[in-house]
Nanobody
Framework: QVQLVESGGGLVQPGGSLRLSCAAS????????MGWYRQAPGKQRESVAS???????SYAGSVKGRFTISRDNAKNTVYLQMDSLKLEDTAVYYC???????????????WGQGTQVTVSS
């Protein structure tokens, strides 16, 4: 069974930094795009950043220049470096990836369990 396991959330002051990690585990043959989403209380889940297998990245306008997404294909892991954090970055952050399980003919979309990021003074 394929799983995405996140880590790295926590409490940080405005202007601070956090690094989130998300590792894929289980039986799969390929990992394609990977990304991060977030959901703040009372708001819809929104895309934060994504990265292709070749390393092309895209960012939401609200985080561009402050967040950096990267991946280590050898470790099946995606990272989100978050700098200059703001109060409005407070949310549950979810890892997302398109993965082809070995026993399937097609790829599926997987989600992590979510990790809380709280920016507060």
């Amino acid at each position: 069974q394929v799983q995405l396991v996140e880590s790295g959330g926590g409490l940080v002051q405005p202007g601070g930094s956090l690094r989130l990690s998300c590792a894929a585990s289980g039986s799969f043959s390929s990992i394609y795009a990977m990304g991060w989403y977030r959901q703040a209380p009372g708001k819809q889940r929104e895309s934060v950043a994504s990265i292709t297998t070749g390393g092309m990245t895209s960012y939401a306008g609200s985080v561009k220049g402050r967040f950096t997404i990267s991946r280590d294909n050898a470790k099946n892991t995606v990272y989100l470096q978050m700098d200059s954090l703001k109060l409005e970055d407070t949310a549950v952050y979810y890892c997302n990836s398109v993965i082809k399980p070995r026993e399937y003919l097609t790829s599926l979309v997987y989600w992590g369990q979510g990790t809380q990021v709280t920016v507060s003074s």
